[in-house]
């Protein structure tokens, strides 16, 4: 009898979604500098670690979105506490904003070119990408600008893409525990 094996995206999209939430709780000027010690503890535990095992078992399943996307945000989230710990350690200088941007940008093209493979899937996967992509853009421009205003809107979108990925995590925990769309994650266009 063949063991039925669970399914690792909700523990991913939940890792990716509280983190980004965290993060962008601090970029929307609603949480202090205080809140730094948290989300990068978050960041290394539950968007880092958690999503790279997210990614692992995807790989097992014979997912290979789930594979690519959980273990590169899982990544992301390891190197974006990197960035922030290292030159407080005096192991690198901090990132000046044209390369900040850079790495934002970057991640923003990934995400966006991740984005394509959503509209294969659900109409709330197509979301959580869709405004994840816009956020790393709102963000590069911040950093390339220096312009606050461009955290503080990326910091709502962050937010709001956080939201729809633990909204889309437990969506399907209760839908298949229940056996019947309990919360909706609509049909692929």
């Known amino acids: 009898m063949a063991v039925k094996s669970a399914n690792p995206a909700p523990l991913g999209l939940m890792g990716f979604g509280l983190t980004t939430i965290l993060l962008n709780l601090l970029n929307a000027r609603l949480l202090g500098t205080d809140a730094l010690g948290v ?23 014979g997912n290979t979105f789930g594979a690519v996307a959980f273990t590169s945000y899982g990544c992301f989230w390891l190197s974006f506490v990197a960035l922030n710990v290292l030159p407080k350690m005096g192991l690198s200088q901090t990132a000046s904003a044209i390369s900040g941007s850079a790495y934002l ?8 070119l991740m984005f394509i493979g959503t509209l294969r899937v659900n109409k709330a996967l197509q979301f959580v990408f869709a405004s994840l992509a816009i956020l790393f853009f709102i963000l590069a421009i911040g950093d390339f600008t220096g312009v606050i205003t461009f955290e503080i809107i990326g910091g709502y979108i962050g937010i709001i893409c956080g939201s729809s990925s ?18 909706p994650i609509g049909s692929r266009i």
């Open 39 to 61: 989300i990068l503890s978050m960041g290394i535990f539950y968007g880092g670690l958690a999503q790279i095992i997210a990614g692992i078992l995807e790989e097992k399943h």
């Open 105 to 112: 940008a970057g991640w923003g093209v990934f995400t966006a």
């Open 166 to 183: 633990i909204y889309l995590a437990i969506a399907e925990i209760l839908n298949e525990m229940y056996g019947k769309a309990i919360l």
